[in-house]
């Protein structure tokens, strides 16, 4: 066991590896070059995309002492240099701000150094070292306008996620081309209805949106919430959002989320019956590439929960296009509002029309993947926001009885619990609270609630506390900024408001490769300047090298293998991928090193793990764009 307590900085000192030793902390008149074959090294991890001239720059200096790393642990040192990418000339140094008991991180199992760098402002390429050249970090960018090209390429994810839609050059890169998939006989225009697939009454043209992630089904709960956070991200910062993103309607002088947003649109309103239900979710057959799925598609019935989730969606979509100049963008509004309201009619005479799929009670197995039905609580969050956006595009007071009870009895109102998963009833309330008729009181009231919940303060180890790390957790980080942000608008002092915009973009950096994996968590970023991205990542459609931009689950401590391994597979080969151990990482891990780039299917479950979620895309878009101009 290493005795760093007795012997870490007198090591360093014997070395002569650090001038402050002594306790000064005066730059040396003339560095140490650093060594020409020496490669970025773990124990820096910074934003690997870089930073913007003015926002804070806090490196962080690891010593692994817990996981899998620990064989690789390095002393920190006490001086740090910036030096130009291109030249290896020294900018500026910087001492460690170090103490020798620095706590281990539990959640990483590292003990970590902040080193702030601020001072570099002028735009650059930079890298730094280690006084002695043996620590390097890979180089990053100082622009106002490092995060554009990643806003770009994530944002493109959804053109590549789009069912029925051929994937064509020059949108479509090298090896992720691919002709539209699912439109074949009895797929997503025939889709039937999963109980009565011999029944051709029941057949419907649902074609179009989203694969909702490394496979191909669709929910309407979720792709709500999707289109519903990219509307959102528009409407808080459409200076980010440019009609150049690549997408086949780039040009068309529309913004292309708009562009990308009705593409979801246009398939709830498909989802949506002539009675104004909205059905609950479509399932598609995989393959390699989509285009190969040749099985039928089977869809759920409708549902309070996805009518509630498509009112709402509609309504707010209604808003945001009605306000647009664009030809044809009233008509659609006023299509949108009419489905609106249609939904709202319905789920309001229907209050606990419930549907589980891929759930043996219902005979729904196989239908779908993940439980898209929502709890009590969940839906009265559906419930108050539909009313708040309709009551903001109508005027009308008719829905004002129903959005009243609802905030009342949600957990903002009831306790003021503000988190990164009741996002849906956080956002309308504070839609609700910038409408001009609102009462002071609620602004003041979610004031409270946010700023009581966050800290503006900076905080220790990688900075990125949330309430809890599971399946998804990457998710969690991107909300858990937003939240931030959030938190900032409503404060009415600048500096206040300037401390919780720095931990939000803790929380971007976190993801641009500012963790204890030194890992950009998306898919194939090298070309953007990621040193280590996303490499491999659960996908039913299988390229060579990923498709750029995907944000995957992140690190998850309740990984394991399915419950059949090691030896209850169904034998011969069942077992065999299985392994004789368990992959660790990511089992068995400190929870922020639970974390691995594989793309196995059953038994090892790599979904658990490496899959990425339209959520997951959208929550980090919507992160990603405060910080585009």
């Not at 190969?292 to 969606?313: E, F, M």
Request: hydrophobic share 40%.
């Amino acid at each position: 066991m290493r005795q760093r307590a007795a012997t870490g900085w007198a090591a360093l000192c014997l070395a002569g590896l650090a001038a402050a030793c002594s306790g000064s902390k005066d730059k040396p008149a003339d560095p140490p070059p650093r060594p020409a074959d020496a490669v970025p090294a773990l124990p820096i991890v910074l934003d690997q995309f870089g930073y913007r001239p003015d926002d804070p720059k806090i490196i962080r200096i690891r010593q692994p002492t817990k996981g899998y790393d620990t064989a690789w642990s390095q002393l920190p040192r006490l001086t740090y240099y910036v030096r130009r990418a291109d030249t290896d000339a020294p900018v500026k140094s910087f001492a460690l701000d170090a103490k020798e008991d620095v706590p281990v991180d539990e959640l990483s199992g590292d003990q970590i150094w902040q080193l702030d760098v601020s001072r570099i402002t002028e735009p650059g390429e930079y890298v730094i070292t280690s006084g002695d050249g043996a620590q390097v970090s890979g180089a990053f960018s100082v622009s106002k306008d490092v995060y554009k090209p990643i806003l770009r390429e994530a944002f493109r994810t959804f053109y590549y996620q789009r069912a029925g839609y051929a994937k064509s050059a020059p949108q479509a890169g090298a090896g992720w081309t691919d002709t539209a998939s699912h439109l074949g006989p009895g797929q997503d225009s025939e889709a039937r209805l999963y109980s009565a697939p011999g029944d051709a009454r029941t057949a419907r043209d649902l074609r179009g949106g989203w694969f909702d992630a490394g496979d191909y089904n669709q929910y309407t709960n979720w792709t709500a919430d999707q289109c519903r956070t990219l509307l959102i991200s528009y409407r808080e910062n459409p200076g980010a959002w440019g009609d150049d993103f690549g997408i086949p309607e780039s040009g068309n002088s529309v913004p292309d989320i708009l562009d990308e947003v009705s593409w979801g649109l246009d398939w709830l309103l498909r989802m949506q019956n002539p009675d104004g239900s909205v059905l609950s979710i479509l399932g598609r057959d995989a393959a390699s590439p989509p285009s190969a799925a040749k099985g039928p598609s089977r869809y759920g019935p409708a549902s309070t929960s996805a009518t509630l989730s498509a009112a709402g969606t509609f309504a707010l979509a209604a808003i945001v296009f009605q306000d647009s100049a664009a030809p044809g963008h009233a008509d659609y509004a006023a299509r949108l509002k009419a489905a609106a309201l249609a939904a709202w009619a319905w789920a309001d005479a229907h209050p606990d029309v419930t549907f589980q799929n891929n759930d043996a009670a219902s005979r729904s197995e196989g239908l779908g993947a993940g439980q898209q039905e929502a709890d009590s609580e969940y839906l009265n969050g559906k419930r108050f926001a539909a009313a708040a956006y309709l009551t903001a595009l109508t005027s009308s007071a008719e829905f004002l009885p129903t959005m009243d009870a609802a905030l009342a009895a949600t957990s903002l109102m009831q306790n003021g619990q503000v988190d990164a998963y009741r996002y849906e009833a956080q956002d309308a309330a504070l839609f609700l609270a910038r409408q001009p008729a609102s009462p002071p009181e609620l602004q003041a009231y979610l004031a409270k609630a946010f700023q009581g919940r966050l800290t503006p303060q900076p905080v220790e180890g990688y900075s990125v506390p949330v309430d809890a790390l599971h399946w998804g957790s990457n998710s969690v980080m991107a909300r858990t900024g937003v939240i931030h942000l959030d938190a900032a608008r409503l404060s009415g002092d600048a500096a206040i408001a300037a401390g919780y915009t720095a931990r939000a973009l803790d929380y971007l950096h976190y993801l641009h490769g500012a963790n204890p994996m030194g890992k950009v968590y998306l898919t194939n970023m090298g070309a953007f300047g990621a040193e280590s991205s996303v490499g491999e990542f659960y996908h039913s459609w299988k390229t060579e090298t990923p498709i750029p931009g995907f944000l995957v689950g992140g690190p998850n401590p309740t990984y394991d293998w399915d419950a059949c391994c090691p030896d209850k597979c169904g034998g011969g080969p069942s077992n065999a991928a299985c392994g004789t151990a368990r992959l660790s990482p990511p089992y068995g891990q400190p929870p922020l090193k639970s974390y691995l780039d594989f793309d196995d299917g059953w038994p090892l479950n790599s979904w658990q793990i490496s899959e990425n979620s339209n959520a997951y895309q959208a929550a980090y878009l919507r992160l990603l764009a405060n910080f585009v101009d």
